[in-house]
């Protein structure tokens, strides 16, 4: 099963906290629809953070089009 990758990048002062709150919608959001996936946050930069969410394309499209990630990228586990 194809899987993408959905991320959302944070600037900023707060952006460490603004990422980690992100990872705690996503992961509810997920178990609430009962969606299989892998998520975290990851440290770029002493003002940059990035939340990543990877899912099925199916799950994707069918449960999660109203998420707006800044970019979405084919992942291959």
Same mark, same amino acid.
């Given at each position: 099963?194809? !899987?993408v990758?959905?991320?959302?990048?944070f600037?900023?002062p =707060? &952006?460490? @906290? $603004?990422? !980690?709150?992100k990872?705690?919608?996503? =992961?509810e959001?997920c =178990? !609430? @629809?009962?969606?299989?996936?892998?998520?975290?946050?990851?440290?770029?930069?002493?003002?940059?953070?990035?939340t990543y969410?990877?899912?099925?394309?199916?799950? $994707? &499209?069918? !449960?999660?089009?109203?998420?707006s990630?800044? $970019?979405e990228?084919?992942?291959?586990?």
């Open positions: 099963m194809k !899987k990758k959905l991320i959302w990048v600037s900023g =707060d &952006a460490e @906290n $603004r990422a !980690k709150d990872l705690i919608l996503l =992961d959001c =178990d !609430k @629809n009962e969606i299989e996936h892998y998520s975290g946050t990851e440290y770029i930069s002493h003002i940059s953070w990035l969410l990877i899912v099925s394309e199916e799950d $994707r &499209a069918k !449960k999660l089009e109203k998420l990630p800044t $970019r990228e084919d992942f291959d586990a």
